[in-house]
């Protein structure tokens, strides 16, 4: 028996491999270099005006989660990161191999008490949100804009945030879970909550302003 094999070219080939029919990925998408991403330099970044987001980072055990919250605070250009009781520093060396210079780009400074920077941010009408699984939760996606400025509340990776704090906050953020667990990595949790707070107050008011 004979066997006629058509013979394919190279064009053939493309337009088998960018036929829809075949592939989901359209024949235009490619990853970009780095000198393809829009994005300002960290000098700029330092100027540029900032949602009006801040986060307390209280009691958080590892450098590692410090150095990645620092990371994910740059990436939301927000205004402040307030690193409270026996959280590190950008002083320690190991939080910069997860940080990766954002720690020279984001304001932070380090405080004893974690209320008095609760009072200090109240004068200046912040409003105060734990990262926490209440019985009142909020999703950070349904905050209003009379909610910002807000500073987020992140506690330790075992215990969470202290009963305390959670009692003297106006709202609890929880983010949405639908598996067994209950909890996530202090980082990756804040990292979600802070780019959907990013993203609403966006979603409502539009990008920051320029300070008058």
């Known amino acids: 028996m004979n066997v ?104 932070w400074s380090k405080h004893e008490d974690v209320f008095d920077v609760f009072n200090e941010l109240r004068s200046e009408g912040y409003t105060l949100a734990a990262l926490e699984i209440t019985n009142s939760p909020t999703y950070p996606s349904d905050v209003s804009l009379e909610h910002f400025p807000l500073c987020m509340v992140v506690g330790n990776e075992v215990k969470g945030v202290d009963d305390d704090i959670i009692d003297a906050v106006d709202l609890a953020l929880e983010i949405p879970q639908f598996g067994a667990k209950h909890s996530l990595n202090v980082g990756v949790a804040y990292g979600i909550a802070l780019l959907d707070l990013v993203r609403r107050y966006r979603s409502l008011h539009g990008p920051p302003e320029e300070a008058p």
Do not use: W
Not at 39 to 65: G, M, Q, T, W
Not at 69 to 93: C, D, K, N, Q
């Open 4 to 107: 006629c094999i058509e013979e394919r070219t190279e064009a053939d080939s493309d337009d088998f491999i960018n036929d829809s029919t075949t592939s989901r990925v359209p024949p235009f998408m490619r990853k970009l270099n780095f000198s393809e991403i829009d994005r300002p330099s960290p000098e700029e970044v330092v100027e540029l005006p900032k949602h009006p987001v801040s986060s307390v980072l209280h009691n958080i055990r590892s450098i590692y989660n410090v150095g990645s919250m620092f990371r994910t605070s740059e990436a939301g250009r927000i205004e402040h990161l307030y690193l409270t009781g026996y959280t590190g520093t950008p002083e320690h060396e190991d939080l910069h191999k997860t940080a990766l210079g954002t720690q020279d780009v984001v304001p």
